[in-house]
T-cell receptor
Framework: DTGVSQDPRHKITKRGQNVTFRCDPI?????LYWYRQTLGQGPEFLTY????????KSRLLSDRFSAERPKGSFSTLEIQRTEQGDSAMYLC????????????FGPGTRLTVT | QQPVQSPQAVILREGEDAVINCSSS?????VHWYRQKHGEAPVFLMI?????EQKGHEKISASFNEKKQQSSLYLTASQLSYSGTYFC????????????FGQGTTLQVKP
């Protein structure tokens, strides 16, 4: 069990640029979640996958955000035309199949939009 | 809807006890508790399920009142390592695993 990994750990980009983050979940976990966290706040749900299917996406997300999990393993989160308000920590978590299981978080990707 | 945590912050001396509360206005399937240290990812502490099942670390205890949609986390004989921000995450009755997190409770344990 190597834990959830995320890449990159830090990303600085200029407003208007596109960015992509990667998440590798714990190997036997089929559920994968993306959250966003800003300073002083709890994680905010963005979207989640069960295997390769994206089952829910937050209504707070604009169309500039897209996520994929093509083979049910790793996932990518892309933000197009970044804005300063996108600056945050982007957290990925995974859990075993079924309800009632804990989620294990990765170290996060800190995005700074200048 | 975001659950409400109380208190917002607490300062303890080593060895003292604390209780952190989490309250939701919606029916819940489960409540998850996490601790986050500055600059680090949230770390799982405890999950409490509707029906009474609990899973978590041995030194952590918590309760879940299903009728009131409230949960409490009990930290006893606190240690310096307990310092951090504690979040409750609530999972609605659809049990998708989607968590809605509270605003957090900051705990500082002093020597």
């Amino acid at each position: 069990d190597t834990g959830v990994s995320q890449d990159p750990r830090h990303k600085i980009t200029k407003r208007g640029q596109n960015v992509t983050f990667r998440c590798d979940p714990i190997s036997e976990h089929n559920r994968l979640y993306w959250y966003r966290q800003t300073l002083g706040q709890g994680p905010e749900f963005l979207t989640y996958f069960q295997n390769e299917a994206q089952l829910e996406k937050s209504r707070l997300l604009s169309d500039r955000f897209s996520a994929e999990r093509p083979k049910g393993s790793f996932s990518t989160l892309e933000i197009q035309r970044t804005e300063q308000g996108d600056s945050a920590m982007y957290l990925c978590a995974s859990s075993p199949p079924g309800p009632g299981y804990e989620q294990y978080f990765g170290p996060g990707t800190r995005l700074t939009v200048t | 809807q975001q659950p409400v945590q109380s208190p917002q912050a607490v300062i303890l001396r080593e060895g003292e006890d604390a209780v952190i509360n989490c309250s939701s206005s919606k029916a819940l399937y489960s409540v998850h508790w996490y601790r986050q240290k500055h600059g680090e990812a949230p770390v799982f502490l405890m999950i409490l399920l509707k029906g009474g099942e609990q899973k978590g670390h041995e030194k952590i205890s918590a309760s879940f009142n299903e009728k009131k949609q409230q949960s409490s986390l009990y930290l006893t004989a606190s240690q310096l390592s307990y310092s951090g921000t504690y979040f409750c995450g609530t999972e609605g009755s659809s049990n998708t695993g989607k968590l809605i997190f509270g605003q957090g409770t900051t705990l500082q344990v002093k020597p």
